[in-house]
């Protein structure tokens, strides 16, 4: 049966084909009643420009995600962007609005927020580690900071890292951290926000950062259990260890309710997604 589609939506990145986003997407269609096609968009930064303008000017295309590595070279391919996405200065999500302009959000640091409470990997007070200054950082960093918290930063490239620290300075606590310097803290919860698990590897940090009671998460996640990341945690005494398949829903969730104005079923959708890859 041929089936018909009131709209497209797709996702701009480089790699995409290991993204689930088509399968969530057609999950969230059928659970609001709204029937909108989704679809993958492999794209080089030479023709990140030409690929969003091709997409964008045929008239049922109306909104995409965007992914690795492009969620801060986006920003200046479009019209506008809401607070959250001005403050996180990266895109993840973006909206055709009047046929006309196109609306840049992030969903990345809500998406975030909402697994980790789900999994209760918060405290009243945290001491959090992310790994990575990357777009994907940014997006999570201001849903982070608050006054009970204390965010710091490590990144392989400590220019990337200062750079980060000195823009959400302002926002509360927030402070960089070079290599050496991680071992002389505790943290409660580390977040590795690097694309190392896309090449199969594992950011470089010192095995005294986690321990038993450390909470462990990482935003990547393949079809495997536990990312590299999170095997090395293991190896290291972890228990709670969670990859970024509740992230990716719920990001994913609020995206579907920027473009369609309903919210879908993320628990719900969690757990098919998991049987589907079989975890
Ligand atoms: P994204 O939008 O997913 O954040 P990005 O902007 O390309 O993608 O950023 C990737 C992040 O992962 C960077 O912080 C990068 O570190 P560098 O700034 O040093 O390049 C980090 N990263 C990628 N591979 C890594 C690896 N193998 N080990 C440690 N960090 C890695």
Same mark, same amino acid.
């Given at each position: 049966?041929?089936?018909?589609?009131? %709209?497209?939506?797709?996702?701009?990145?480089?790699?995409?084909?290991?993204?689930? !986003?088509?399968?969530?997407?057609? =999950?969230? %269609?059928?659970?609001?009643?709204?029937?909108?096609?989704?679809?993958?968009?492999?794209? %080089?930064? &030479?023709?990140?420009?030409? !690929?969003?303008?091709?997409?964008?000017?045929?008239?049922?295309?109306?909104?995409?995600?965007?992914?690795?590595?492009?969620? /801060?070279?986006? @920003?200046?391919?479009?019209?506008?962007?809401? &607070?959250?996405?001005?403050?996180?200065?990266?895109?993840?999500?973006?909206?055709?609005?009047?046929?006309?302009?196109?609306?840049?959000?992030?969903?990345?640091?809500?998406?975030?927020?909402?697994?980790?409470?789900?999994?209760?990997?918060?405290?009243?007070?945290?001491?959090?580690?992310?790994?990575?200054?990357?777009?994907?950082?940014?997006?999570?960093?201001?849903?982070?900071?608050? /006054?009970?918290?204390?965010?710091?930063?490590?990144?392989?490239?400590?220019?990337?890292?200062?750079?980060?620290? /000195?823009?959400?300075?302002?926002?509360?606590?927030?402070?960089?951290?070079?290599?050496?310097?991680?071992?002389?803290?505790?943290?409660?919860?580390? =977040?590795?926000?690097?694309?190392?698990? @896309?090449?199969? &590897?594992?950011?470089?940090?010192?095995?005294?950062?986690? %321990?038993?009671?450390?909470?462990?998460?990482?935003?990547?996640?393949?079809? &495997?259990?536990?990312?590299?990341?999170? /095997?090395?945690?293991?190896?290291?005494?972890?228990?709670?260890?969670?990859?970024?398949?509740?992230?990716?829903?719920?990001?994913?969730?609020?995206?579907?309710?920027?473009?369609?104005?309903?919210?879908?079923?993320?628990?719900?959708?969690?757990?098919?997604?998991?049987?589907?890859?079989?975890?």
């Amino acid at each position: 049966m041929v089936k018909f589609y009131n %709209s497209c939506f797709c996702l701009f990145g480089n790699p995409v084909h290991h993204s689930f !986003s088509p399968e969530i997407h057609t =999950i969230f %269609s059928n659970q609001i009643n709204i029937n909108y096609f989704y679809k993958t968009v492999l794209v %080089s930064k &030479e023709n990140l420009k030409n !690929s969003i303008k091709n997409f964008f000017v045929k008239k049922y295309n109306l909104g995409a995600n965007v992914t690795v590595p492009f969620k /801060k070279e986006i @920003i200046k391919y479009l019209d506008n962007l809401t &607070e959250r996405a001005k403050i996180s200065r990266s895109v993840n999500t973006i909206k055709k609005i009047n046929n006309k302009f196109l609306l840049g959000d992030n969903t990345d640091g809500v998406g975030l927020l909402y697994d980790l409470n789900r999994l209760n990997f918060l405290r009243k007070k945290n001491n959090i580690l992310i790994i990575g200054s990357g777009g994907a950082a940014y997006g999570i960093v201001p849903n982070l900071i608050s /006054k009970k918290n204390l965010v710091y930063i490590y990144n392989r490239t400590n220019s990337k890292s200062k750079k980060l620290v /000195k823009y959400f300075k302002k926002f509360g606590n927030i402070f960089c951290l070079k290599r050496h310097e991680l071992k002389k803290y505790y943290f409660n919860l580390v =977040i590795n926000a690097t694309s190392s698990g @896309i090449f199969n &590897e594992i950011p470089d940090v010192p095995n005294s950062i986690i %321990s038993k009671n450390t909470y462990c998460y990482d935003l990547y996640f393949n079809k &495997e259990k536990y990312t590299p990341f999170l /095997k090395m945690c293991k190896k290291n005494g972890a228990i709670n260890l969670k990859n970024g398949i509740g992230m990716l829903v719920s990001q994913a969730a609020y995206s579907c309710f920027f473009w369609h104005k309903k919210f879908p079923n993320i628990e719900n959708t969690i757990i098919t997604l998991n049987k589907k890859i079989n975890l």
